[in-house]
Nanobody, 121 residues
Framework: QVQLAESGGGLVQAGGSLRLSCTASGSIAGTNDMRWYRQAPGKQRELVASSPSGGRINYADSVKGRFTISRDVAKNTVYLQMNSLKPEDTAVYYC???????????????WGQGTQVTVSS
């Protein structure tokens, strides 16, 4: 059973920083894309940053220059360093990963439970 566990959310003042972590656990044979999404109240879930395996990192325009996604392949962990936070960054942040579990022939999508990030003005 593969699971994603997130941590690092919280309350921060505008201009501050937070670092989110997401670790995949279980019998993992391979990990492809790892991404961060967010969903603000009353809005659709949106892609914040993506880190394809061996591919080009992408960011939403709204976070470019402020957020950095990184991966520790050995630990099956993806991070999101968030700097210069703004009130409009307030949302529940979700980790996503495309993972092929052991003994499985194809990868499937996995989601974390979400972690709340609140930025006060």
């Amino acid at each position: 059973q593969v699971q994603l566990a997130e941590s690092g959310g919280g309350l921060v003042q505008a201009g501050g920083s937070l670092r989110l972590s997401c670790t995949a656990s279980g019998s993992i044979a391979g990990t492809n894309d790892m991404r961060w999404y967010r969903q603000a109240p009353g809005k659709q879930r949106e892609l914040v940053a993506s880190s394809p395996s061996g591919g080009r990192i992408n960011y939403a325009d709204s976070v470019k220059g402020r957020f950095t996604i990184s991966r520790d392949v050995a630990k099956n962990t993806v991070y999101l360093q968030m700097n210069s936070l703004k009130p409009e960054d307030t949302a529940v942040y979700y980790c996503y990963a495309s993972i092929r579990a052991a003994l499985m022939s194809r990868a499937r999508d996995y989601w974390g439970q979400g972690t709340q990030v609140t930025v006060s003005s």
